[in-house]
C-alpha cells in the first residue's frame, strides 16, 4: 500500500522532463538558428548608408533660408557632400520641409547635377502636384518620395496614397467642396 502513493509521485514527474526537454530543444535551436544566420551575412557585400538628419522644427510659414544656402542648394546637400566624402553610397533625407524639386526646374537640374559629381543615390520626399493644363489650378497634391540615381537621373518615385488626418488632410471637410474652400479660406487669415 505505501509503494502506490509513491508510484504515483514518480509518474508525475515526467511531464516537468517533457517540458524541460521542449523549452531547452526551442532555446538550442534559436541559438544555432542565430548562429547559422550570422555566419550567412558575414560574407553579403555591404552598402554604406547615410541619412540626413537637420534637425528643423517643422513650420507652416515659408520656409527659412540660411545664409549660404538656396532652394537649390539647400543645408541638407551640404550634409549629403559630407557623407559622401566618408563613403556613402546612398543618402535619404527623411520626410520634413517643401523642396520645390517638382516645381522649379532649376532646382531638379540643381540635385540632378548635384548628385552625378557626388555618385551617390539620394532618397527623399517632396511635394508634387498635378495642375489643371487650361487654367493651372492645383488637383491633386502627393507627398512623393523619389530616388536620384548616382548619374544624376530620377530613378523612382512613389506618391503616397493615404494622407495623415489632420496633417494632410481634414477629414469629412475635405471632401466636401464647399467645406474644404471655407476652411482653406479660413486657415489662410491666421
Known amino acids: 500500500m505505501l509503494l502506490t502513493p509513491h508510484l504515483k509521485h514518480n509518474e508525475a514527474k515526467w511531464p516537468y522532463a517533457v ?61 549629403t557632400e ?23 526646374p532649376e532646382v531638379t537640374e540643381a540635385y540632378l547635377n548635384q548628385i552625378d559629381a557626388l555618385n551617390i543615390r539620394l532618397i527623399f520626399q517632396d511635394i508634387e502636384r498635378t495642375r489643371d493644363p487650361f487654367n493651372s489650378p492645383i488637383i491633386q497634391q502627393y507627398n512623393t518620395a523619389l530616388m536620384i540615381s548616382n548619374e544624376g537621373q530620377m530613378i523612382g518615385k512613389y506618391q503616397k496614397m493615404k494622407g495623415i488626418a489632420f496633417g494632410e488632410y481634414v477629414p469629412f471637410v475635405s471632401d466636401i467642396p464647399i467645406l474644404k474652400r471655407w476652411l482653406k479660406s479660413s486657415w489662410d487669415h491666421f
Open 82 to 104: 559630407r557623407l559622401a566624402s566618408t563613403g556613402a553610397k546612398i543618402v535619404i533625407w527623411p520626410e520634413a520641409k517643401y523642396k520645390a524639386y517638382f516645381d522649379q
Open 19 to 79: 517540458a524541460a526537454l521542449l523549452l531547452i530543444s526551442w532555446f538550442y535551436y534559436g541559438w544555432s538558428s542565430n548562429r547559422a544566420w550570422e555566419s550567412t551575412i558575414e560574407h553579403w557585400q555591404t552598402v554604406r548608408i547615410g541619412l540626413v538628419q537637420p534637425n528643423e522644427a517643422p513650420r507652416l510659414e515659408k520656409q527659412v533660408l540660411y545664409p549660404g544656402y538656396s532652394r537649390a542648394y539647400p543645408p541638407e546637400m551640404a550634409m
